[in-house]
T-cell receptor, first 110, second 116 residues
C-alpha cells in the first residue's frame, strides 16, 4: 500500500522563527493535503495542492507540491505560540481515499 | 455552515463490552469516512462511504467492527467486543462527492475511546 513519511518527527523552535517540514510518498499522487491537529480536536485542513510544482500560501503558511509528485513541503513563517500542534500531510487517491502521514509535532517556545 | 458532529466525545468501557459511535456529516456531503487515530500516530482510514454504499473497508477489522450509513446521511460505527488495543480516538469526516477539487475531508472532534 501507499506509504507516507514525514520529517522531522518533532520540532522545538523559538517564537518568531521560520519552520519547514516535508513529506514524501512511495507513489505518485495528484492531490496533497496539509492538516493541523490541536489536542482534543480533529484535523483541520490548512492547504490543498492539486498540481505538480504548485506553490500555495495561506497567511503565514506556504506549501509546495513537488515536481516529482512524490513529495511536498510546508513552511510556516514567523511562528507564534498558537502554531503548536501536530501537522499531517495527506494524500488523496483517485477514489478520494485520504491517507495520512505519521505527523510532525511542533512546539513553539515563547 | 455546521461542521461534522460526533457523539459521544468520550467513552470508557471494559474489554469485551460493545460500544457505538455516531456521526452526522456536513449537510450535502456524499462521502463519509471513519478513521481510527491511536495516540502518537496519524489517522488510519477504517471505512469510506459514498452515500449509503461502501467504497473502501479494507482496513476495517470486520470480525469486531461494523459501520452503517443506511439513509446516506448519518452513520454509526460499532465495536463488539472491544479489545484493549481499540483504545483510540475515532474520527468521522465528510466531503462532497468524489472527483476534482473542493472534495477535501472535514473532520469532527472525534470520540476518545478508552478500553480498560
Amino acid at each position: 500500500g501507499q506509504q507516507l513519511n514525514q520529517s522531522p518527527q518533532s520540532m522545538f523552535i523559538q517564537e518568531g522563527e521560520d519552520v519547514s517540514m516535508n513529506c514524501t510518498s512511495s507513489s505518485i499522487f495528484n492531490t496533497w493535503l496539509w492538516y493541523k491537529q490541536d489536542p482534543g480536536e480533529g484535523p483541520v485542513l490548512l492547504i490543498a495542492l492539486y498540481k505538480a510544482g504548485e506553490l500555495t500560501s495561506n497567511g503565514r503558511l506556504t506549501a509546495q507540491f513537488g515536481i516529482t509528485r512524490k513529495d511536498s513541503f510546508l513552511n510556516i513563517s514567523a511562528s507564534i505560540p498558537s502554531d503548536v500542534g501536530i501537522y499531517f500531510c495527506a494524500l488523496k487517491t483517485s477514489y478520494d481515499k485520504v491517507i495520512f502521514g505519521p505527523g510532525t509535532s511542533l512546539s513553539v517556545i515563547p | 455552515e455546521a461542521g461534522v458532529a460526533q457523539s459521544p466525545r468520550y467513552k470508557i468501557i471494559e474489554k469485551r463490552q460493545s460500544v457505538a459511535f455516531w456521526c452526522n456529516p456536513i449537510s450535502g456531503h456524499a462521502t463519509l469516512y471513519w478513521y481510527q487515530q491511536i495516540l502518537g500516530q496519524g489517522p488510519k482510514l477504517l471505512i469510506q462511504f459514498q452515500n449509503n454504499g461502501v467504497v473502501d473497508d479494507s482496513q476495517l477489522p470486520k470480525d469486531r467492527f461494523s459501520a452503517e450509513r443506511l439513509k446516506g446521511v448519518d452513520s454509526t460505527l460499532k465495536i463488539q467486543p472491544a479489545k484493549l488495543e481499540d483504545s483510540a480516538v475515532y474520527l468521522c469526516a465528510s466531503s462532497w462527492e468524489t472527483g476534482g477539487r473542493n472534495t477535501e475531508a472535514f473532520f469532527g472532534q472525534g470520540t476518545r475511546l478508552t478500553v480498560v
